[in-house]
């Protein structure tokens, strides 16, 4: 029986909405169905080697994993005409070198722990408001999240208090000029129409 060859690892970047991100796309599956936000080095080091290595490179201020792609957001006095080849080209050694070893992009249990972390930092809430909640938290899942996983980010409920939605921001919308159009002009908009009860949404950075 024959070895079952795997094709080349494939590269390709996109642009995001925010100028000092950038989405680099592949065709292996890193991290399926779910995503990791890297601010700052510390938390990369504790759960994700590949992150790490990308933090060990001077341009790179964030990076995010989600199912096939890494966001870079790249620090202020980089541009990406002189880096993105650079990050291109050591995403792709780095996938194929470690691709098949899932340890190697993103320790086991870092959703565990993510989580435990998000339930923390998310109020409780119980009855009619916890309802409520549930619904804002479903229209955000489901209208929301896919398109700005598109753009190379995510968005987060954090909190529902007297009418205000506070969402976080996180990967390439994280500071993104545009943000707060797409918060205001949609995100905002789209829930005030479905939950009456939602009187503004205001973004904390993740």
Same mark, same amino acid.
């Given at each position: 029986?024959?070895?079952?060859?795997?094709?080349?690892?494939?590269?390709?970047?996109? #642009?995001?909405?925010?100028?000092?991100?950038?989405?680099?796309?592949?065709?292996?599956?890193?991290?399926? #169905?779910?995503?990791?936000?890297?601010?700052?080095?510390? !938390?990369?080091?504790?759960?994700?080697? !590949?992150?790490?290595?990308?933090?060990?490179?001077?341009?790179?201020?964030?990076?995010?994993?989600?199912?096939?792609?890494?966001?870079?957001?790249? #620090?202020? @006095?980089?541009?990406?005409?002189?880096?993105?080849?650079?990050?291109?080209?050591?995403?792709?050694?780095?996938?194929?070198?470690?691709?098949?070893?899932?340890?190697?992009?993103?320790?086991?249990?870092?959703?565990?722990?993510?989580?435990?972390?998000?339930?923390? @930092?998310?109020?409780?809430?119980?009855?009619?408001?916890?309802?409520?909640?549930?619904?804002?938290?479903? !229209?955000?899942?489901?209208?929301?999240?896919?398109?700005?996983?598109?753009?190379?980010? @995510?968005?987060?409920?954090?909190?529902?208090?007297?009418? $205000?939605?506070?969402? $976080?921001?996180?990967?390439?919308?994280?500071?993104?000029?545009?943000?707060?159009?797409?918060?205001?002009?949609?995100?905002?908009?789209? !829930?005030?129409?479905?939950?009456?009860?939602?009187?503004?949404?205001?973004?904390?950075?993740?």
């Amino acid at each position: 029986m024959s070895a079952i060859v795997k094709g080349p690892v494939m590269l390709y970047t996109e #642009q995001t909405p925010n100028p000092e991100s950038l989405k680099f796309v592949t065709n292996r599956m890193l991290y399926p #169905q779910l995503t990791a936000d890297f601010r700052e080095e510390a !938390l990369a080091k504790e759960w994700s080697p !590949l992150a790490t290595a990308l933090f060990e490179q001077p341009y790179v201020k964030g990076v995010y994993i989600a199912n096939n792609f890494v966001t870079i957001t790249k #620090q202020f @006095n980089y541009q990406w005409e002189d880096v993105m080849l650079e990050a291109k080209n050591f995403i792709k050694k780095y996938i194929e070198s470690n691709g098949e070893d899932k340890e190697a992009i993103i320790k086991t249990g870092f959703a565990e722990a993510k989580a435990k972390l998000d339930a923390e @930092n998310v109020a409780q809430y119980e009855g009619e408001e916890g309802e409520l909640v549930e619904k804002i938290k479903e !229209l955000i899942n489901t209208y929301v999240k896919p398109a700005v996983e598109m753009d190379g980010g @995510n968005i987060e409920f954090k909190s529902f208090n007297k009418g $205000i939605v506070t969402v $976080i921001l996180q990967g390439s919308c994280s500071g993104c000029p545009s943000s707060t159009v797409t918060l205001k002009a949609g995100i905002e908009g789209m !829930l005030k129409r479905m939950v009456p009860q939602v009187q503004e949404v205001v973004s904390e950075m993740g």
